[in-house]
C-alpha cells in the first residue's frame, strides 16, 4: 500500500542516524545497484556519515516520520558540465513499493533546482535489469534519453544503463 506522501522527508545526515543506516546501506539488496560497498558495521556507518554523507555536495536522508530509511545524493557537474547533476537514491528493503522513493525523488528534484540555479537537468543512469529504479523515474516524470551499452563496470559485472533526464522546465505546478 502506498505511503502517506506527507510522511516522507528529506533532511541532512546525522551522526544518531547510524543504526537506521547500517540497516539498509548493510543490505546486499540495496547496494546492489550502488557503486557503495555493503557495511558491514555500526563503526563503518558512523564514519561513512560523518566522512561521506556529511560533507558530501547533496545527499540528503529520506525519512519516514523521524526515521531515515534511505538517501538521495545529487552531484553536480562543474565548469562546463554545471548545466547538470546526475541523481542516486536507494530505500530500505521494508519500505520498497510504498512510494517512497518516488516520492523522495520529486522532493529532491524541486530542491536542487534552487538549491543549484546553474543545473537545468537532472540525469540518472540505470541499469538495464534495474527495473524498480526505471519505474521510480518514470513516475517522477523523467525521460528516457537512450541506452548506453557496456557503459560501465558495476561490482565487476559490465553494464548497459539507461540513461534518464528531468529538467527544470518539467517541473509543473504542485509538482
Ligand atoms: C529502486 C528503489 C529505490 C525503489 O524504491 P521504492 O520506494 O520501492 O520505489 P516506489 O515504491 O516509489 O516505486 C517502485 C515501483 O517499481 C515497481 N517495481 C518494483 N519491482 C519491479 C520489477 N521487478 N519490475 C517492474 N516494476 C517493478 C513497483 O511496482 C513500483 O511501481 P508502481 O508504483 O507503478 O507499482 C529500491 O528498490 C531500492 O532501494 N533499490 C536498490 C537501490 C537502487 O536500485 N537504487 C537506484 C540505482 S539507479
Excluded at 516520520?65 to 545524493?73: I, P, Q
Amino acid at each position: 500500500m502506498e505511503i502517506d506522501p506527507t510522511a516522507v522527508s528529506l533532511r541532512p545526515f546525522r551522526i544518531s542516524d547510524a543504526d537506521d543506516f547500517l540497516s539498509f546501506a548493510g543490505d546486499d539488496r540495496v547496494t546492489r545497484f550502488l557503486r557503495w560497498k555493503t557495511l558491514a558495521s555500526r563503526e563503518e556507518a558512523l564514519a561513512t556519515i560523518r566522512d561521506v554523507c556529511i560533507p558530501h555536495p547533496w545527499r540528503r536522508t529520506v525519512c519516514v516520520g523521524d526515521r531515515c530509511v534511505g538517501f538521495v545524493s545529487m552531484w553536480p557537474g562543474s565548469g562546463d558540465d554545471r548545466c547538470r547533476a546526475d541523481i542516486g537514491y536507494g530505500v530500505a528493503r521494508e519500505w520498497w513499493g510504498k512510494g517512497v522513493a518516488t516520492r523522495a525523488v520529486r522532493m529532491a528534484l524541486s530542491q536542487v533546482f534552487g538549491d543549484f540555479p546553474d543545473v537545468l537537468r537532472i540525469q540518472a543512469f540505470v541499469g538495464v535489469d534495474n527495473k524498480a529504479s526505471q519505474r521510480v523515474l518514470e513516475k517522477a516524470g523523467f525521460t528516457r534519453d537512450g541506452l548506453l551499452r557496456k557503459y560501465a563496470y558495476l561490482k565487476g559485472d559490465l553494464q548497459d544503463l539507461y540513461l534518464y533526464s528531468f529538467l527544470s522546465t518539467d517541473i509543473v505546478p504542485a509538482y
